[in-house]
């Protein structure tokens, strides 16, 4: 039986504030995903409410894994069962070596069950292991030197999102915006890279502007999010009819989801004091 990923209904607040209104999307294991929409409309709030964030409010619908409700497990529960996520902005870690930090994550998914104080991978395992997925990945082994995210720029940031993935083998990968702040070169290597380390074995759920970052990964499914909610799912041709007209179409084809993207984006403006 294929492994799935399933949200269905899913509402979510923000300080009492709607910001996703109804979102529903399978992903089975083989398969890539793409998740377009314009600003605001709730992609990265998608990303970060599958993996766990706290300070999102659910307040209908379900995620499951495999059959089971997902929502009161914590992040490191989901990331033990096979979640990844890829985030937007990584987070840097001074004093932490890429290395060790891969080590003890590498570890603890594939163990879930290690108690605090047993044995990590062993060393010489791990490091032929990360060399293979560096060269891999044309990545230099002065890379697992370095502390995590410090003094990264942009590419290599992404880069190290995409080692940690090819090292954690998850059954599904969330990329939030991989491709953002990147150079047409370094979207190609991201794009390869994905490619080679996603496959059969892993579902993939790729967040974009942009359908550079598809080149290598023909998404199976292309979903169109608007005011909080998936308006329309279809193939390849989609994403590319997105890339190149924008979403003025879309928002012609659904005036209700745009309405109500037109008042959350007033809102967030009024807030943030912008308006």
């Known amino acids: 039986m294929t492994e799935t990923l399933k949200i269905k209904n899913l ?3 923000v300080g009492g504030k709607p910001i996703l209104t109804g979102v529903t999307m399978t992903i089975r294991r083989g398969e890539v995903h793409a998740l377009m929409g314009p600003n605001g409309s709730g992609k990265s709030t998608l990303a970060g409410v ?3 964030h706290p300070n999102y409010e659910v307040t209908e619908g379900t995620i499951e894994l495999n059959g089971k409700d997902i929502l009161e497990w914590d992040a490191t529960e989901r990331a033990r069962a096979g979640i990844f996520m890829a985030f937007q902005r990584p987070m840097a870690i001074p004093g932490v070596k890429m290395a060790d930090f891969l080590r003890h994550a590498t570890t603890n998914v ?4 290690r108690k605090e104080g047993e044995q990590l991978i062993p060393m010489r395992e791990f490091r032929k292991e990360l060399r293979d ?4 990945l044309r990545m230099d082994e002065e890379f697992a030197r370095r502390y995590v995210n410090d003094g990264f720029s942009g590419g290599e940031m992404k880069r190290a999102e995409i080692l940690q993935m090819a090292m ?6 969330i990329l939030d915006e991989t491709d953002s702040g990147l150079d047409v070169d370094a979207v190609k290597l991201a794009s390869q890279s994905i490619a080679e380390i996603g496959g059969a074995d ?10 550079r970052l598809l080149e290598h990964n023909t998404p199976d499914f292309t979903h169109v999010m608007l005011g909080g909610r998936i308006v329309e799912t279809g193939g390849v ?4 009819e997105l890339y190149t007209e924008g979403y003025d179409k879309v928002r012609q084809r659904h005036p209700e989801d745009a309405a109500v993207e037109k008042e959350m984006a007033a809102e967030k403006k009024f807030v943030s004091g912008v308006a």
Not at 133 to 136: A, F, G, H, R
Not at 168 to 173: E, S, T, V
Not at 202 to 211: F, N, R, V
């Open 202 to 211: 892993m579902g993939i759920l790729i967040i974009t502007h942009h359908d």
């Open 168 to 173: 954690l083998r998850p059954k599904f990968a």
């Open 50 to 52: 599958i993996m766990g």
């Open 237 to 240: 041709d989609l994403a590319r």
């Open 133 to 136: 997925k560096m060269t891999q």
């Open 11 to 13: 509402h979510v607040a």
């Open 110 to 113: 594939r163990k879930p069950d």
